[in-house]
Antibody
Framework: QVQLEQSGAEVKKPGASVIVSCRAS????????IHWVRQAPGQGLEWMGR????????NYAQTFEGRVTLTRDTAIHTVYMELTNLRSDDTAVYYC????????????WGQGTMVTVSS | SYELTQPLSVSVALGQTATITCGGD??????VQWYQQKPGQAPSLVVY???NRPSGIPERFSGSTSGNTATLTISRTQAGDEADYYC????????FGGGTKLTV
């Protein structure tokens, strides 16, 4: 079945970087954007960026420009989200979600990855 | 940057109709999505392209827009509908509303 499987929880110190992976299965990998959305504890959803697995084109939210990088490995149907220079307020659950290219809706979501930033 | 405004909370009696609004400039001209999120779970899509329901979503969930407001209507509300609801549009980037907690 259609699935996005994310890597496990991470604990990082301030200033470090984290990489979260998102492996897609059950559908044509290159037909859907992969978006990244995060949710701080008790807070709402915050969009971080998206990548087109077909050509690698990326868009980032202004808030994260310069700190987030999305990459993909088409051979293993996996997208990676790297967030650098971590701060305590980056503590959140990070989700990947797929969106049909040329549309807007996130119809399948990963299970989420908890990233904790603490000294 | 584009902003979407939702009420923090909405309360509804069991079996009644819940209405959750999402305000944004000329939102009627955009495709609006609605997501349901229950505690400890990832969000799930309940309405896309303003009016459409993914397969498996009951007809009790419906979306509409008028002017600067999009609305998610849940009729014959059940206890299992209690959740946070988020609206979302694309405006050069993906934008989410702040979320509404629905209490049944």
């Amino acid at each position: 079945q259609v699935q996005l499987e994310q890597s496990g929880a991470e604990v990082k110190k301030p200033g470090a970087s984290v990489i979260v992976s998102c492996r897609a299965s059950g559908y044509p990998f290159t037909n859907y954007y992969i978006h990244w959305v995060r949710q701080a504890p008790g807070q709402g959803l915050e969009w971080m960026g998206r990548i087109n697995p077909n050509n690698g084109a990326r868009n980032y939210a202004q808030t994260f420009e310069g700190r987030v990088t999305l990459t993909r490995d088409t051979a293993i149907h996996t997208v990676y989200m790297e967030l650098t220079n971590l701060r305590s307020d980056d503590t959140a659950v990070y989700y990947c979600a797929r969106v049909v290219i040329a549309l807007d809706d996130c119809d399948v979501w990963g299970q989420g990855t908890m990233v904790t930033v603490s000294s | 940057s584009y902003e979407l405004t939702q009420p923090l909370s909405v309360s509804v009696a069991l079996g009644q109709t819940a209405t959750i609004t999402c305000g944004g400039d000329n939102i009627g001209r955009k495709n609006v999505q609605w997501y349901q999120q229950k505690p400890g779970q990832a969000p799930s899509l309940v309405v896309y392209k303003t009016y459409n329901r993914p397969s498996g979503i009951p007809e009790r969930f419906s979306g509409s827009t008028s002017g600067n407001t999009a609305t998610l209507t849940i009729s014959r509300t059940q206890a299992g509908d209690e959740a946070d609801y988020y609206c979302q549009v694309w405006d050069s980037s993906t934008v989410f509303g702040g979320g509404t907690k629905l209490t049944v």
